[in-house]
């Protein structure tokens, strides 16, 4: 995990002084917020931004929690990690009727369990998180598990991890069928084992340039992202998107309102801007991902409607949300975490 960046160290510092007026800070994904939209945002609303970013979750919790709260305003955690966070007191409330625009919520998203209510967040992004492979080099099954953590001799050496707890550890256990906050201590250790025989496969740890190693050849095989596996489509075209029998990770990312937000009319307004179909519209056909809110389809791209990332074929496995486990048993899975990293 990583501490605060030098950028962000230098935001809490500014945080620390004074909050000024017009300004917001937000801690957001890398690569998945257009500037067109900040620049919109801005006109509009006169806000300032300054922007941050992380590259998985528990980055970004590790750094709010060694001293980035009230640096940041807003941030984008992934569904069960908005559940972890309220746990630990780090959301604020959003009361009724401070968002104008909270009625444009898609009905299937009005009441997530993740944040029933959307007591602290807005719906931003969600799709799903498998692995893509390219096909120039490799012409075997692509529906399968098997190339992460089982991998054939040919991609020995040739496999990127995302170097993501949450995706990671999901993905084993769905390889594996078992539960993903399991107690059972055989099926950990065996799952401990399985992850430190799957890494000697493994070329790379790492989610910043996911995309680019397969888009480059650098690897075969690339866990990843679907938007971000669409957009490396479109650079190279034999790369293709797995949806493994087995199953694969699905996700909602959304906006949190973060205690101790030095701007938080401002972080207020940015959430009421990205309920606004136009708006998060431009979020889909940026980062190729599907969205929350009703009536934004006539701003979307048509081809997303058929994208290959978005449409999962009828021999997929199911889609499985990454589980929130206890303290105790959360303990043993950051372990098995802590002896794959090592």
Not at 302 to 316: G, I, K, Q, R
């Amino acid at each position: 995990m990583r501490l605060l960046t030098s950028s962000a160290m230098a935001l809490a510092l500014l945080a620390n002084t004074a909050a000024a007026d017009g300004e917001l800070v937000i801690y957001h994904w890398f690569e998945y917020l257009p500037a067109e939209l900040i620049e919109k945002f801005t006109a509009e609303t006169g806000i300032n931004v300054t922007m941050d970013t992380y590259d998985s979750n528990e980055a970004m919790l590790a750094s709010l929690k060694a001293g980035g709260m009230g640096t940041y305003d807003v941030a984008v955690p992934t569904d069960y990690m908005v559940t972890i966070m309220a746990g630990e007191g780090l959301l604020d409330t959003v009361a009724n009727g401070e968002l104008t625009n909270k009625g444009n919520i898609a009905p299937e998203w009005a009441d997530p369990s993740f944040d029933p209510g959307w007591t602290h967040s807005v719906p931003y992004q969600w799709g799903s998180t498998s692995f893509s492979v390219n096909t120039e080099d490799y012409s075997g099954d692509i529906n399968t598990t098997d190339l992460l953590f089982n991998p054939p001799a040919e991609l020995s050496g040739k496999i990127n991890m995302l170097d993501s707890q949450g995706e990671v550890l999901a993905m084993a256990a769905i390889h594996m069928g078992i539960p993903q906050c399991s107690t059972d201590r055989a099926q950990l250790s065996a799952l401990n084992d399985m992850l430190q025989g799957a890494k000697t496969h493994w070329a790379s740890f790492n989610s910043d340039t996911a995309k680019e190693v397969l888009v480059s050849g650098d690897v075969t095989v690339g866990m990843i992202f679907d938007g971000f596996s669409a957009k490396a489509r479109a650079e190279r075209a034999s790369i293709t998107y797995s949806f493994p029998t087995q199953g694969y990770v699905v996700w909602m990312d959304s906006i949190v309102l973060l205690n101790d937000a030095p701007n938080r009319e401002s972080a207020i307004a940015f959430m009421d801007f990205m309920l606004e179909p136009e708006n998060i519209a431009a979020v889909s056909n940026y980062a190729r991902y599907g969205l929350g809110v009703s009536g934004a389809e006539e701003f979307l791209d048509p081809e997303l409607a058929t994208s290959p990332e978005s449409n999962p074929p009828a021999t997929a496995g199911a889609g499985a949300f990454i589980a929130v486990c206890d303290e105790a048993t959360q303990a043993v899975y950051d372990q098995i975490w802590t002896n794959l990293k090592n």
